[in-house]
Nanobody
Framework: VQLQASGGGLVQAGGSHKLSCVAS????????MGWYRRPPGQQRKLVAR??????LYGDAVRGRFTVSRDNAKNTVYLQMNSLEPEDTAVYYC?????????WGQGTLVTVSS
């Protein structure tokens, strides 16, 4: 599985932005697709993930971000609303396929105050 993320950029605080990630290969709806992020100087952490059984969000984004998925396109999206400077990070697309992790190259989102 190879992942190609897109949509990073510069956004003003309070604004919205959307990331996309396309996966090559064969995925099942039960495979987990999601997003992690690494803020400057910090470790990578879960943002949101989704599979056929539901979604899971990190505490810092719950209520502001929405993860969705188009299985026909092997694509996962991250809609980010009410962005804060603390959301500045490199965002990584992830697929967990039966316990094996695949990662995209990362896309930088910078939120200006």
């Amino acid at each position: 599985v190879q992942l190609q993320a897109s949509g990073g950029g510069l956004v003003q605080a309070g604004g919205s932005h959307k990331l996309s990630c396309v996966a090559s290969g064969t995925l099942s709806p039960s495979d987990v697709m999601g997003w992690y992020r690494r803020p400057p100087g910090q470790q990578r952490k879960l943002v949101a993930r989704i599979n056929a059984f539901g979604t899971l969000y990190g505490d810092a984004v719950r209520g502001r971000f929405t993860v969705s998925r188009d299985n026909a396109k092997n694509t996962v999206y991250l809609q980010m609303n009410s962005l804060e400077p603390e959301d500045t990070a490199v965002y990584y697309c992830n697929v967990d396929q039966k316990g094996r992790d695949y990662w995209g190259q990362g896309t930088l989102v910078t939120v200006s105050s």
